[in-house]
């Protein structure tokens, strides 16, 4: 989340502004006209001329479509530095796409949720984290066939692969992803949440 305490610093701040107005192929009279200002503030902002503000930053992300945090400048450990793209005999060439300049992780979920694995479990291995989309209600039924996590009434909460079942009139069956548990089947789930993303620790 973006601190206020940039809409209250003295200081201007470093920003990103001329990247992605450059990106986007906008002059900055085009983003002037965007912003409801003028050639001169834009050339400002960029320039780190003036102090950035919140008032600023969200027309801006909604511009460029990005995060507020993205816009700012300033060594963070969540903006990874893009090396290039790992080519045929392990070489890493200069990347050519719009992550060439870094890029923030940016999960691909709605209501984000996660586990971390304590013990190899079918395909993910000890120390990864899990990270999944959490869907309720008639929503779930896009969670077929996937790796989830399952809330449970009670509290509790399963690593499941989940498929619809014809199994005694149950709507859902909960497949381990492991051997020696019973596939469960049941009507309702509290909440289901697909797998999105994994990250390795080494």
């Given at each position: 989340m973006l601190s206020t305490r940039y809409a209250d610093e003295r200081k201007?701040?470093?920003?990103?502004?001329?990247?992605?107005r450059r990106q986007m192929g906008l002059t900055q009279t085009d983003l002037a006209k965007q912003l409801g200002t003028t050639a001169a503030t834009v050339s400002r902002l960029e320039t780190d001329g003036i102090k950035i503000s919140v008032d600023w930053l969200a027309p801006l992300a909604k511009i460029f479509q990005v995060q507020l945090t993205e816009l700012i400048d300033e060594p963070s450990p969540e903006r990874i530095e893009m090396l290039g793209d790992l080519a045929d005999g392990g070489a890493v060439t200069a990347s050519k796409s719009s992550l060439q300049s870094g890029f923030l992780i940016n999960v691909?979920?709605?209501?984000?949720v996660a586990v971390r694995v304590k013990q190899d479990i079918g395909r993910y291995s000890a120390g990864t984290l899990l990270i999944a989309n959490r869907l309720t209600g008639e929503e779930i039924d896009q969670a077929f066939d996937r790796d989830c996590l399952v809330g449970m009434r009670g509290g509790k909460i399963f690593l499941r692969r989940l498929i619809q079942s014809p199994k005694n009139g149950a709507r859902f069956g909960l497949v381990p992803l492991e051997a020696g548990i019973e596939t469960k089947y049941v009507n309702q789930l509290t909440w289901?949440?697909?797998?999105?993303m994994s990250v390795m620790y080494f």
């Open positions: 201007p701040v470093k920003n990103r502004i001329r990247h992605y691909p979920a709605t209501v984000p289901c949440a697909p797998i999105v």
